[in-house]
């Protein structure tokens, strides 16, 4: 060992003198862009500086020799992690069958041409493996400590809160479960989840009276805020947010609480959770925090559709639904609500998966991070397919919801009430109210990204 020591020191005294060509003793973050380039390493923009500024001690904006080998000799030391849990079989070599076992580890499948594709990219002599000196020379000057952070990029994000919680919840690493980083994300999620509910308020409600209101009601969105206005004032148009708002929280907690139950219960051998797998658990959990709070759905409804005075509030609003109508009244529309979930989650996922294949086979040039804006991108689309799917299950959910709060509307099973809307107003009458929905998306998509990277850096949640 001390004899690699020895060695691993004089390269280092080796390479600190060609990276410090202006000869003060110490290696600015120009020198260090300019020699890697020159050396044929190419990083990613703002990596010089993240080495600068991780191994800089004394806060000089260099790096003395002794910061720089330290820097090297903590970073090799990282790398020999990884590349020693990479190597399954212990041979000194990565094959490309490991490199997916690894990444499937992580919860991301890979094809063996894309796994070949990130072997070559490190892979010097050819031999499509990789031993220690290669993956070394690779990693050492790239702040990419391991292929989570690959992994960490393409995370389908359910920061994007469009106001419909049927998304899978996170995948959360071991080593943030046990840092305790999980809870932080979620709040941050929560946060981010309230304050663009919010925002996007009126045009929900807007929503809701389209849903419930049908062809008779005629309501165009204009003309539909106008009578709004008319009937409340302006606060009106934030009627049923509180409760919207609220049921944010215990929603988070027993989705995530059930997801880590049943991928235990689902995947066959431990620690190893496949795509479907992780489908079937995630539909599961939100179909479990569903039932927990449905009957909080049904009071958002209703109170989103109240008149002026008719109730006082939240508790006001569940005494009288439970006199009137009793316990029962709470599950209406329970069906169609949790019919719509797999369509959703389903077509959001596979959605997903394929826009990020997509970019992953033709844009990703010199590193896997596709950027916030194609991240966001490609989540609003996936999530929009979703909601289109299980738009009419929505709908019919509301109504089922509203029936007994709207003078004259016969309460009716789900397939009849179907029926009746096909034959009334056609298909599309399946689709009220899913302009105003659509309007909301980009705002509220914006709004929670925002506020969660607020919160991130409040929280102390690094990148």
């Not at 559709?305 to 209406?332: P, S």
Request: with cysteine; hydrophobic share 40%; aromatic share 10%.
């Amino acid at each position: 060992e001390h004899g690699d020591d020895q060695y691993a020191s004089k390269t280092y005294e080796d390479l600190f003198e060609k990276l410090d060509t202006n000869k003060d003793g110490k290696v600015d973050v120009a020198e260090l862009r300019a020699g890697l380039t020159s050396m044929g390493i190419t990083f990613r923009k703002g990596a010089a500086q993240k080495i600068i500024s991780s191994g800089d001690k004394d806060k000089d904006l260099g790096l003395d020799f002794e910061e720089f080998s330290k820097y090297l000799k903590d970073h090799e030391k990282k790398l020999r992690l990884t590349f020693k849990s990479l190597d399954k079989n212990n041979d000194g070599r990565i094959d490309h069958m490991e490199v997916r076992q690894s990444l499937a580890d992580l919860g991301m499948d890979i094809n063996q041409e894309e796994a070949k594709k990130i072997l070559q990219s490190i892979d010097v002599d050819g031999t499509m493996t990789v031993d220690w000196n290669e993956w070394k020379a690779h990693f050492l000057f790239n702040p990419a400590t391991n292929l989570q952070e690959i992994i960490r990029y393409w995370k389908h994000s359910t920061v994007l809160d469009i106001g419909d919680s049927l998304t899978i919840p996170d995948e959360f690493t071991e080593e943030e479960k046990t840092t305790g980083i999980w809870w932080k994300q979620l709040s941050a999620g929560a946060m981010a989840g309230a304050v663009s509910r919010t925002g996007t308020a009126p045009l929900d409600r807007m929503k809701v009276f389209m849903q419930v209101g049908g062809a008779r009601a005629g309501i165009s969105l204009v003309g539909g805020f106008k009578q709004m206005l008319k009937e409340g004032g302006a606060a009106s148009l934030w009627r049923g947010n509180g409760i919207n708002v609220l049921k944010i929280a215990p929603e988070t907690a027993i989705k995530f609480m059930a997801y880590e139950q049943y991928k235990k219960l689902l995947s066959s051998d431990r620690g190893k959770v496949r795509t479907h797998e992780r489908f079937i658990a995630g539909s599961l959990a939100g179909a479990t925090a569903q039932t927990a709070i449905y009957p909080m759905e049904v009071m958002k409804t209703r109170l989103t559709l109240r008149k002026t005075g008719q109730y006082t509030g939240m508790f006001d609003c569940a005494k009288k639904i439970l006199q009137k109508e009793g316990v029962k009244a709470f599950y209406k529309g329970y069906l169609p609500n949790i019919l719509g979930i797999i369509p959703y989650a389903g077509i959001d996922l596979a959605v997903y998966e394929s826009l990020k294949n997509a970019w992953l086979a033709n844009y990703a040039k010199d590193s896997a991070n596709p950027g916030i804006l194609v991240l966001l991108g490609c989540g609003t689309m996936s999530s929009t397919c979703g909601q289109l799917t299980s738009y009419p299950l929505a709908l019919i959910r509301t109504r089922m919801q509203a029936a007994a709060s709207i003078e004259g509307a016969e309460q009716m099973s789900m397939n009849r009430m179907v029926k009746k809307i096909v034959e009334k107003e056609g298909f599309f009458g399946l689709y009220r109210g899913i302009l105003p929905n659509f309007m909301k998306v980009i705002p509220a998509v914006s709004i929670s990204y925002v506020v969660y990277e607020y919160m991130r850096s409040g929280l102390g949640i690094q990148k």
